[in-house]
C-alpha cells in the first residue's frame, strides 16, 4: 500500500529553545494534523516557560534565502508568519507576498511574549498594518496584539468586532481577533470576512500551561488550510484543536512557569502523565 504524499505547510517564525512556542510549536500542530512541516527561521531565542532569556536575530537576507529553499523545491500550499522581529523582516516578508509566493498566508502578528517581553521592533506595528497585512488570507492577533495594531484598547466583545473591522480595511481578507485574555468562563474569538462577523466560543480551560497557544492556533489554521478547508472551517477546527490541547495539557508539570500544550493528543493516547 502506497502512502499518500503529505501537503507541506511553511512557518516563518523564531524558534523557542523550550520547545512550547514558535517554529517548534508548529511543526507540531502541523505534524499532528497531517501537514508536512517546513520552516524559516527569523531569530533565534533562549527562553523557557518563564521568560526569554535573550534573542539573536537571523538577518533579512537569510531569511529570504530559507523561505526561497522551500518554495523552489517543495509544493507548499499554506504559510504562516510568527515572531519576524524586524521591520526590515515584515517588509521582506510582505513583498514575497505581494507576488503571490505566499499561499494562503496566515498573519500571527507576534509582537510581546506571553511573559511580557517584546519580540517585535518598536514601531513595527505600522509596518504590519501597510506592508504586511494587506496580502493575508487570515490574520490572528490577540486583544493586545489587535490593541497595538489599531490604537485602541480593546475591553469587551464590541471592542474585538470593532477591531476586526479596522482591521479587515488593511485587506486581510479574514480576521480573527482571539479574546482569549479577556475575562469570563467563555474564551471568545471574533472573526470577520468584511460581511459576517462570526463568534467562536469554547468553554475556558483552567490552566496555566497556555505558552505558544496562539503559534498553535495560527499553524493549525494553515494546516487546515493546506488540506483544502475553506477559511471558516479551518478556523472553526483550529480552535477546536487548540482548546483539546489546553485541555490535554491542563495538569502537566513542564517547567516552573506556563508550560506548553499537548500538541500530539498525548492525553487521548494515555501517553503523558
Not at 534573542?55 to 508568519?81: C, F, G, I, N, Y
Not at 469554547?202 to 495560527?218: D, E, F, K, Y
Amino acid at each position: 500500500m502506497t502512502t499518500p504524499t503529505p501537503l507541506v505547510a511553511l512557518t516563518i517564525a523564531g524558534s523557542d529553545s523550550a520547545a512550547g512556542a514558535g517554529a517548534q510549536a508548529d511543526l507540531k500542530a502541523f505534524s499532528a494534523l497531517g501537514v508536512f512541516g517546513t520552516t524559516a527561521i527569523t531569530a533565534v531565542t533562549a527562553q523557557d516557560t518563564l521568560g526569554v532569556r535573550a534573542v539573536h536575530v537571523v538577518p533579512t537576507p537569510m531569511v529570504e534565502a530559507q523561505v526561497d529553499a522551500v518554495l523552489d523545491d517543495l509544493a507548499v500550499r499554506s504559510v504562516k508568519t510568527g515572531m519576524l522581529a524586524t521591520v526590515e523582516t515584515v517588509a521582506a516578508v510582505g513583498r514575497m507576498a505581494e507576488g503571490g509566493r505566499l499561499a494562503n498566508l496566515v498573519v500571527d502578528p507576534v509582537m510581546v511574549a506571553s511573559s511580557g517581553d517584546r519580540l517585535l521592533d518598536m514601531g513595527a506595528e505600522a509596518a504590519y498594518r501597510e506592508l504586511l497585512l494587506p496580502f493575508a488570507y487570515v490574520v490572528t492577533p490577540n486583544v493586545a496584539e489587535a490593541a497595538l495594531l489599531v490604537g485602541a484598547q480593546l475591553r469587551n466583545l464590541d471592542d474585538l468586532k470593532g477591531a476586526a473591522r479596522e482591521l479587515h480595511r488593511t485587506g486581510a481578507r479574514w480576521v480573527v481577533v482571539k479574546g482569549g485574555h479577556l475575562a469570563g468562563d467563555e474564551a471568545a474569538d471574533v472573526v470577520y470576512d468584511g460581511v459576517s462577523m462570526t463568534v467562536l466560543s469554547a468553554p475556558r480551560v483552567a490552566t496555566t500551561n497556555v505558552h505558544g497557544t496562539g503559534c498553535t492556533l495560527s499553524a493549525a489554521i494553515a494546516a487546515h488550510l493546506a488540506r483544502g478547508l475553506p477559511p471558516l472551517a479551518a478556523i472553526r477546527a483550529a480552535k477546536d484543536y487548540v482548546t483539546t490541547a489546553l485541555s490535554g495539557a491542563a495538569a502537566w508539570r513542564l517547567g516552573r512557569g506556563h508550560g506548553p500544550l499537548d500538541h500530539m493528543g498525548w492525553a487521548d493516547r494515555g501517553q503523558a502523565d
